[in-house]
């Protein structure tokens, strides 16, 4: 996991001269694969503090099987927000072996924080209604390369 941390934050590194005013959307993070049962998702990185704080804001749509997974050097519980954001999402806290803890909906432009309801590491963002539509609920497992090994 160190190794794949460690390339995942060298992406971010070698992108960092790239960031965007604090007023756009982020839009060329490095991107994974990932799968939720037989469906894929097509997720940006987030993997510094600055991708992290900035995340889905400014976005005004997001296309169906895109999202954003943020990535933290460690477990602790994860609170987001939603300043600045434009579309509605859901939030999936993910555990290291890509099991989904538990899902909120957040409302566009508001400072709810929302919360894992224990320590995570991933936090995935999608549009809302995806994870519904899908099935995918808590207990539900993730796929891709930061789960494999757990």
Not at 7 to 28: I, K, R, S, T, W
Not at 56 to 85: D, I, Y
Not at 134 to 146: F, R, Y
Request: with cysteine.
């Amino acid at each position: 996991m160190k190794k794949l941390l460690t390339v995942l934050l060298g992406y971010a590194l070698a992108l960092g001269p790239l960031a965007h005013a604090q007023d756009a959307p982020q839009m060329n993070l490095p991107r994974i694969k990932m799968g939720a049962g037989m469906h894929l998702i097509d997720a940006q990185l987030a993997t510094n503090s600055q991708q992290r704080a900035t995340g889905l804001m400014f976005r005004k749509e997001m296309p169906a099987s895109e999202g954003m997974l943020f990535v933290f050097e460690q477990a602790s519980e994860q609170c987001f927000w939603m300043k600045n954001t434009l579309i509605p999402l859901t939030a999936a806290f993910v555990a290291d072996d890509g099991t989904i803890i538990n899902l909120v909906d957040m409302k566009p432009q508001t400072t709810d924080s929302q919360c894992s309801a224990k320590p995570v590491r991933y936090v995935l963002e999608m549009n809302q209604g995806w994870f519904a539509k899908k099935g995918i609920k808590a207990g539900s497992k993730l796929s891709g390369t930061p789960f494999h090994g757990k």
